[in-house]
């Protein structure tokens, strides 16, 4: 199976941000790979004013909706998954 694809947009000096990683990476298995893209944020302009206060955020398909922000939602995640054809 490819890879899951989620994109994470963080922050460097965040702890909630690695918190948040972490807690994703847990999901994870060998049957079930993530491709997890993390975007700093503060790299860009135009990421910092959609999301500043709201790191982290993660989403499955960045086109798509959020599944989560702040703390990691493992039900958005498991539904992504599933809409995914991974569950």
């Given at each position: 199976m490819p890879?899951?694809?989620?994109?994470?947009y963080s922050r460097s000096w965040c702890h909630l941000c690695e918190d948040m990683l972490a807690a994703l990476r847990s999901l994870e298995t060998p049957a079930r790979p993530f491709a997890i893209s993390v975007l700093d944020v503060d790299a860009d302009p135009a990421l910092v004013?959609?999301?500043?206060?709201?790191?982290?955020?993660?989403?499955?398909?960045?086109?798509?909706?959020?599944?989560?922000?702040?703390?990691?939602?493992?039900?958005?995640?498991q539904r992504y998954l599933a809409a995914?054809?991974?569950g």
């Open positions: 890879a899951i694809p989620f994109t994470l004013a959609r999301f500043d206060e709201l790191v982290p955020v993660l989403y499955g398909d960045p086109a798509g909706p959020e599944l989560c922000h702040y703390f990691l939602d493992a039900d958005a995640v995914y054809g991974a």
